[in-house]
């Protein structure tokens, strides 16, 4: 049995790390920064997977697979992209070992065995793609080219927290191709509502739609997309983002088509992503002291049933009972549980599936049998009822929506109190320091000013939002115009 | 549109490379060895995965995920395996790149950038798996533990060929833990089972289940379980493997558990896996001279539609009744595409849906609306009939079934033709040269004799079936006794 989580307010971080691992989420690997997603922490990715991939499928696009490994040279050849990734790049250099003969018995790297040009392992893969689309592209009837694919990529961070950032995570990337401007640019725009859209009412966590500034941007995009959510803690967290390439990829690729009219132009491009960092984000968003809280859409288990007995022949009869409601709620597509396991007594249990967040419990005991009831617990309320057996199902039903309801709007409530419009530089300090979430703030538009408060605050702009108002006013650093707020945080 | 397609009879190897490329499946991408797996190609690998990983589940297997690298003291800690595979290793020894000072605007590796141990990247996950399976398990309590996991493996090989040998692949890989011997071996043997079970049902493709020889087993293990195909060129294919691997991962990585009674043991071990590499056994099973031909169960388009019309009044007319056909047939789970792309003629699209094995073609013209019929063309016998429109889902329906029938029962014909029994060299040379397929032989069951009939004939042997008769003999090449006959093949 796992101890008790510290909690939130004594120690955000430390309560995130405890959890992570207590809830069989992940846990750390041998291997520097990279992770281990264990099989419960796996099943809410392949959830998210599902979920996902049915939307890019619903707005056209294919799944295909590219290469592990980018040549050297093709890594670099989109310049402001390769010098965005260099610094965090894991790279093949040899495709052999042998035994050492200075040190027996242990294997080594065979000198040997170099390659003549190293590889990268993809830390995103526009490069190998667009060299890739170069062949597949000769006129406007090859376009649009709208693929995902679902992979591993590896950045080599050099601080890691589990789910969050870590040297190798899991990701979807999309990569499309365009015959002009504005239909890849409404590309970028659709997955950015396909990111939110699946974020609002899937991980029932609240999003703020907008783009991104010069300095955020994605090394090599002419414009990022992105949606931004607010953790618990106060600190924001980009969730997805799309990104509309221009012809920068095309160009460095030298990809053109034979336009309708007969001409030869360079193709648009669009990249777009979201990675496993999305369960840190919906840990972040719902749970509390207890653990784990999951909205029902992405519960691999929504309701578990414990069985409580003293012997033999009241398991029975509770077995019964429990198999005929685990198979009645199955049937009206709730995934259920029903643990029986007699190695763990029924409060050991209702201690794991609430550190894991099993979004209902159902408790049947002997006395549950005679009265034709079960005890039913909410997790994210920690509520419970007794409730008619013959009741069990419609109330799940209902149960499970309400429950998804709650958590969309709790987030949204904490969110939208957490955005704090200020017109001085000395509230801005004061909100980022004792409040936190995002402030909304009036800025020049310079990477000066940017950087500048950033090193002051170490908050910088989340995004510029689609929603502002049409506001006039001033930097809030320097004083000078600007045209619209933006909103400040500090950021995972 | 493609190039007419080389000849199964005149080059076989050069028949199996143009289909896969010009059927939109794969291509050879800029890394040396590694494959880009196009969508078409990818849908079928997702029909694949979906089968199996239901095909897992059922069987109480978790997906999780553990790291792509596997640091070099790690691998090696299982001797077999590490020298099974560390002449093919992908070795990560960097972790930056930076601009070189010597050739202005390039990047090189950063030499400040070396890694203290270098990374192995996985060529299979055996040692990272039990490194981390040492922190799960700590009594019987925890066992079993049936994981599998969906990720892409590297080995370095000098000689690739799309999906049958390729330096990077896709596959998955069970490992499970389990407290006792007969345990784990009734686990190796049931994931053998399941394969089995997928490439008759689904893929239509025969295979025979057998063991490894100690020569052909998998580095580490103690018994390889397999499942062998026979291609139509007559050289078989490994279409999948489990192993039971004993205590040597557990005692290598010094995994113990409490037993019941209370006693310290090691834990017992399996590792199971398929690959992309069944997508070429797919292929060379049942795909002829115009192209690919794929079973019902795992094709991406059941079904396509082509319209054939001169005006777009015709157009018009044909789309209401395509529509609604679509809309019927996908009610009752048929997969359909509607292709009325005005960018290219029938013709075209006839061709290129036979190069794709789309198993079921339904083209309408104007004439097919006067007399409500469909013209409906089969692609496995590439023959075609009429059928009256209102029959058209029912027959469809059908036609689904017996074509996935069909390919099973030609390739089993096929295969049971090419089992050719021999009980002298001489035969067996000649039938390996002139008829190629399995030959069943006699041997004195040591690895040398096994050595030198692979020098001598190229054949080895696939496996020792478990549905021999129970009949002794002669060595074919020693005239030593034997136990019972095994199958030589020449092999992918």
């Known amino acids: 049995m796992a101890k008790k989580l510290t909690k939130r307010s004594e120690d955000y971080s430390k309560w995130y790390n405890e959890l992570v691992v207590q809830a069989d989420l992940a846990e750390n690997s041998a291997v520097r920064g990279c992770m281990v997603i264990k099989p419960y922490g796996f099943a809410i990715w392949e959830k998210m997977q599902a979920e996902l991939d049915r939307m890019f499928k619903e707005t056209g696009h294919q799944n295909a697979y590219f290469p592990l490994f980018v040549p050297k040279s093709l890594f670099e050849a989109e310049e402001k992209n390769a010098e965005g990734f260099a610094k965090e790049c894991a790279v093949v250099t040899h495709y052999r070992l042998q035994n050492d003969p200075d040190n027996e018995g242990k294997l080594r790297v065979d000198p040997e065995a170099k390659l003549e040009e ?43 927290r589990l789910f969050l950032r870590t040297s190798e995570f899991l990701w979807q990337e999309g990569h499309t191709a365009h015959a002009n401007k504005a239909e890849a640019i409404a590309e970028a725009a659709q997955m950015q509502e396909v990111y939110a859209t699946f974020a609002e009412e899937f991980m029932a966590m609240p999003v703020i739609k907008g783009v991104k500034t010069d300095s955020e941007r994605f090394a090599g995009a002419e414009e990022t997309y992105t949606i931004e959510a ?15 390439l221009g012809q920068n990829f095309a160009k460095a690729f030298d990809v053109k088509f034979a336009t309708k009219e007969g001409k030869l132009d360079h ?13 840190g984000g919906l840990i972040m968003t719902h749970s509390d002291d207890h653990g784990l809280v999951l909205p029902p859409k992405l519960a691999p288990i929504q309701v578990v049933i414990v069985p409580i007995y003293k012997s033999e022949e009241e398991l029975n009869r509770i077995t019964e009972v429990a198999k005929e409601l685990q198979r009645d709620l199955r ?24 550190l894991q967040g099993v979004p209902l419990r159902i408790g049947i005991g002997p006395k549950d049998l005679e009265k034709r009831t079960v005890e039913l617990a909410r997790r994210d309320t920690l509520t419970k009822e007794f409730v008619a057996k013959d009741e069990v199902v419609n109330k799940v039903k209902d149960l499970l929506v309400e429950i998804q309801n709650t958590l969309h709007e709790r987030a949204l409530d904490f969110r939208n109190n957490h955005i704090t419009k200020v017109d001085t530089f000395d509230d ?52 000078k115009p600007s045209q619209q707020r ?3 945080a500090k950021a995972y």
């Open 428 to 479: 801005f300090e004061k909100v980022i320091k004792e409040k936190g979430g995002f402030v909304s703030a009036h800025w020049d538009g310079t990477e000066e000013t940017e950087d500048r408060i950033k090193k002051r605050t170490k908050a910088t702009i989340r995004c510029i939002p689609f929603d502002a108002d049409n506001e006039t006013g001033s930097c809030v650093l320097t004083g």
């Open 331 to 354: 049937n009206v597509g709730v995934s259920v549980k029903f643990d029986n396991r007699d190695t763990h007594k029924p409060g050991w249990k209702f201690a794991q599936y609430e």
């Open 118 to 160: 190293e590889l990268v392992v993809r830390p995103t893969s526009e490069a190998i793609i667009w060299n890739t689309y170069k062949g597949w592209i000769q006129s406007y009837r090859d376009l649009p080219i709208l693929v995902n694919q679902w992979a591993n990529v590896v950045r080599w961070e050099m601080r890691t």
């Open 230 to 244: 607010l953790m618990q803690d106060g600190k924001a967290l980009q969730a997805g983002t799309s990104h509309f």
């Open 267 to 279: 193709v648009w491009a669009t990249s777009w992503g979201v990675s496993t960092r999305l369960i």
């Open 486 to 488: 933006v909103l400040f």
